[in-house]
């Protein structure tokens, strides 16, 4: 059933980490009133807009990542995709 997604652990823990953001922003929005800031993005934004910008960055690494070297493992790009998320919902 799963075989057409070439399913790794990475791609689950890829999967575990937007399921596990979703709640947690959602959570921080409601305790914590966000403030729309300015930050390197050179847009103001909120950690949901933040958090959206990143995961679009996460998911064309991976897909750019295969379309330039498909066959190979894709744990550089996760960890190049969750630093890269990391500063863009910290200073973006």
């Known amino acids: 059933m799963?075989?057409?997604?070439?399913?790794?652990?990475?791609?689950?823990a890829g999967l575990g980490v937007l399921l596990a953001w979703l709640p947690a922003i959602a959570v921080y929005d409601l305790v914590r009133k966000?403030?729309?800031?300015?930050?390197?993005?050179?847009?103001?934004?909120?950690?949901?807009v933040r958090f959206f910008i990143g995961m679009m960055a996460f998911i064309f690494i991976h897909i750019g990542w295969l379309?330039?070297?498909?066959g190979q493992p894709i744990v550089i790009p996760?960890?190049?995709?969750?630093?890269?998320?990391?500063?863009?919902?910290?200073?973006?």
């Open 34 to 48: 966000p403030v729309p800031r300015k930050g390197f993005l050179g847009l103001e934004s909120t950690p949901g």
């Open 67 to 70: 379309l330039v070297v498909p």
């Open 2 to 12: 799963w075989t057409w997604i070439h399913a790794q652990w990475q791609v689950f």
């Open 78 to 92: 996760f960890v190049v995709s969750i630093i890269l998320l990391f500063v863009i919902m910290i200073w973006g």
